[in-house]
C-alpha cells in the first residue's frame, strides 16, 4: 500500500501541466427564477493506465502532499477558460464554482492565483464563486477570514460548503465574509422517524430563514428526488443542486443537462400550485 501510494504520488506530480486533469460540471438551479444559476466545477484525472479517477482518489493525497496548490491552481485556470469558451459559443453560465482546499486558504497565495487567473482568462470575477468547507473556514477564523474578506473585495463569489457539519456554525457564522452558504445533503438524510414528525423541515425553514437574516444565499445540495426538491422549495431555499437536476457532467453536455434539470424543477414546481 505504500508503495502504491508514493507510485500514485510521483504520477499526480507528473500529470500537473500534462492535459491529464478534467473538469465535470455540475449545474446549480434557481429556485426562485427557475434558471441556471451556475455549475460547480469537479476534477477528474484521466489516468493513462487506471482510466478516469474521481476525485476521492487523489484529492486527498494532493492535501497531504502539497501538490493540493498546483493542483488547486490548474483548476482554476481550467474552470474560468471554459467560462469563457461558453461564452463563445453564446451559452451562458452565470458563475462557476471551484472548490478551495483549507492548505490553500491558509497558504497565503489564494488571492494571486484567483486574480492572476481571472486575468489570464479574461473573466469578471463576479462570474467566480469560490467554495470553502464549513471546518476549513473555522479552523483558522481570522486568517482565513482576511483571504475571503479580499476576495469578496476583489468581487468574486464566496460560499461555505458542506454547513451544517462543522463546528460552532452559529456562533461565527455572522463573521465569516462570505455571500452563500450550502447546506449539506445531511439535512436531507435525516431518520424516516424524525422527519415524520416535521423536523427536517423545520430545520430547513429555520437555516433558510437564517440565511435571509443574514444576508446570505441559500442552496441545498445533494438533492436525489421530488420530494426532496419540495421540501427545498418549501423551505424557502435560494437554489438547489443534486442528481435530481444533473449528475456531474463534461462541460459538452452542461447545456443539454441543465436544460433537463430546469424542466424536472417545472414540472415539480407546477405539481405544488
Same mark, same amino acid.
Request: a positive charge; charged letters at 25%.
Given at each position: 500500500r505504500v508503495q502504491e501510494r508514493l507510485e500514485l504520488e510521483d504520477e499526480l506530480r507528473q500529470a500537473l501541466g500534462k492535459e491529464q486533469l478534467a473538469l465535470y460540471f455540475q449545474p446549480r438551479v434557481d429556485l426562485r427564477t427557475g434558471r441556471l444559476a451556475g *455549475?460547480?466545477?469537479? #476534477?477528474?484525472?484521466?489516468?493513462?493506465?487506471?482510466?478516469?479517477? =474521481?476525485?476521492? =482518489? !487523489?484529492v486527498p493525497l494532493a492535501e497531504e502532499t502539497g501538490l493540493i496548490v498546483a493542483l488547486g491552481r490548474e483548476v482554476l485556470d481550467m474552470a474560468l477558460a471554459q467560462v469563457e469558451c461558453w461564452d463563445r459559443s453564446g451559452f451562458v453560465v452565470p458563475r462557476v464554482a471551484v472548490n478551495v482546499s483549507p492548505?490553500? $486558504?491558509? &497558504? &497565503? %497565495? $489564494? !488571492?494571486?492565483? #484567483?486574480?492572476?487567473? @481571472?486575468?489570464? *482568462? %479574461?473573466?469578471?470575477?463576479s462570474r467566480l464563486e469560490v467554495e470553502v468547507t464549513e471546518t476549513a473556514a473555522l479552523a483558522d477564523r481570522h486568517r482565513g477570514s482576511?483571504?475571503?474578506a479580499e476576495l469578496r473585495r476583489l468581487g468574486v463569489k464566496v460560499s @461555505?460548503?458542506? !454547513? %451544517?457539519? &462543522?463546528? *460552532? =456554525?452559529?456562533?461565527h457564522l455572522h463573521e465569516l465574509p462570505v455571500d452563500a452558504i450550502k447546506l449539506d445533503r445531511a439535512f436531507l438524510e435525516q431518520a424516516p422517524e424524525y422527519a415524520a414528525r416535521g423536523g427536517e423541515l423545520a430545520i430547513l425553514k429555520a437555516v433558510a430563514a437564517l440565511g435571509k437574516a443574514i444576508g446570505v444565499e441559500v442552496t441545498a445540495e445533494g438533492v436525489e428526488n421530488e420530494e426532496q426538491l419540495a421540501q427545498v422549495i418549501e423551505a424557502g431555499c435560494d437554489s #438547489?443542486? %443534486? !442528481? $435530481? #437536476?444533473?449528475q456531474p457532467v463534461p462541460p459538452m453536455l452542461v447545456q443539454d443537462a441543465a436544460r433537463r434539470g430546469l424542466a424536472v424543477l417545472e414540472r415539480?414546481? *407546477? =405539481?405544488?400550485?
Open positions: *455549475a460547480e466545477a469537479l #476534477v477528474r484525472w484521466r489516468h493513462p493506465e487506471r482510466g478516469l479517477l =474521481s476525485p476521492d =482518489s !487523489f492548505l490553500q $486558504l491558509r &497558504g &497565503g %497565495g $489564494l !488571492f494571486e492565483d #484567483v486574480r492572476n487567473a @481571472l486575468r489570464r *482568462a %479574461g473573466v469578471a470575477a482576511d483571504v475571503l @461555505l460548503d458542506d !454547513f %451544517g457539519t &462543522g463546528y *460552532a =456554525s452559529l456562533a #438547489v443542486q %443534486g !442528481f $435530481l #437536476v444533473c415539480v414546481r *407546477a =405539481s405544488r400550485r
